[in-house]
């Protein structure tokens, strides 16, 4: 007997896009059958219809629950949202699975004198996030500063752990010098995991602050003339030719430029496995709105760039050269938001982890004819198999997790602030008209969000041990 079906919903499976029902017992999706083929007989029936049905969205790049910079904030102690709030958003935007970050950081770390172990640093984060998480969750290891040979000495017993995957910078001062990352890239190669690169090219960016500063064009809306195209050009070319000599597969989070889409589709082209990150507001506004009132608010690192490159990235998500949507969520108020006006202290990011599926929905599916499985696929399946999640999660097959979005594609929502579950009183999407919308959403067969309401609880997330697929890492293998 099934405890649940979904019956009448246009299903999207990794092989078919149909009218199918679902069957689930327990926690797992055991049948995919033509419709009225499944026992009748269930605990309960979802009437799907005018539904689709896809699998729970898989949130590759958030940042919860940590402190914001003081400089950025104009005040101490300011934090991101925490995961009770951030997963309750996540829920409601149809997203079942969050990947954030855990790394020491600290100055000490910084510095090489003192740096935690690693898998100590990686259980205080689970701390955090057990019992307050409404969805699953993961961690990219985050490594920073010059920590070539002691992270190498650990990489393989994080993997061990299900770490899965490594966080890298290339600017800032937690950017690993490339030396440093040499050793890291072979070491992570060699015992199979994935590099997660923030890739531009450090002194470009600081020559440019200077300049701007020096010049008196050091406004806010200046940020894309110091993290610029060239600068993303040069950095994403650098880690792939890196990547090449070490054989390591790398996934470039935020990719914001033509110049990026570009090099990664080269690299894939020559086989390497290599992979690209588009964020949804990218998708949808450009540099020139940060000219707009309060327009800042849609600043996320490195920089929104032109429409030359917004359209790359759209059609990069539409014909394969880009591989995943995500956030690069970083939740606070508009007050510390928007505290800065000048290039070298803007605060990053915004609360963007409920908006994801119906934005990118709508951009790609609604106006440019993206395709079901296609969409599947950037906003989860990708995303699972990249970063080792895969066929646990990311895909509506017997056996993989019964995380499900039912979304409507006839509901059309403009969106308010109001209608958003993030500890926020702003929203960049405010007046934006979603064509489609998340209704339901179920995580390992249960519903936790129905109907408006967050029926879910916050002990329901769990940590998820991820492992790439060796296909994955040999080459471009989706
Ligand atoms: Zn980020």
Known sequence: MLDLIITGGTVV??????????????????????????NADAGRVIDARGKIVLPGGIEPHAHIGIPVPPDWTGQPDVMTQPPEAASRAAAFGG?????????????????????????????????????HCYTDFAFHYMLAGECGHQAAGQIAEALQEGVGSFKIFTTTEVRIPYGHLWEIFAEVAKHGGMMAVHAEEDEIVNYMLEKLKREGRDQAYNM???????????????????????????????TTAKEGVRAIAEARQSGQPVYGEALHHYLH?????????????????????????????VDGLLDGRLCTTATDEYTTYKGPKLFSDRIESICGGHNGIETRIPVAFTKCVAERGMSLQRFAAIIATNA??????????????????????????????????????ADSDYSIWEGFTCQGYPVMTLLRGKVIVEDGKLVGHSTDGRWLKRRVGGDVLARPAL
């Open 384 to 421: 699972a198999k990249i970063l080792g999640l895969y066929p646990q999660k990311g895909a509506i097959q017997p056996g993989s997790d019964a995380d499900i979005v039912l979304l409507d594609p006839q509901l059309t929502k403009t969106l308010t602030v109001e209608d958003l579950h």
């Open 95 to 131: 997203v079942t699975t969050i990947i954030d970050f855990a790394g020491d950081l600290s100055r000490k770390a910084l510095r090489g004198e003192r740096r935690r172990p690693l898998l100590e640093v990686l259980e205080r984060r689970r701390a955090v996030f057990r019992d």
């Open 224 to 254: 894309h003339l110091v993290h610029n195209n060239l600068s993303e050009d040069l950095a994403f070319r650098t880690i792939i030719r890196l990547a090449e000599h070490t054989g390591t597969g790398v996934y470039f989070v935020h």
């Open 13 to 38: 499976t990794p092989h078919t896009v149909a009218e199918l029902d679902v069957g689930i017992v327990g926690e797992e999706i055991v049948a995919v059958g033509q419709p009225g083929t499944l």
């Open 285 to 313: 506004f450009t540099c020139d709105d940060y000219k707009k009132p309060d327009g800042m608010a849609i600043h996320t690192y490195p920089a929104l760039k032109f429409a030359d490159d917004r359209e790359a990235l």
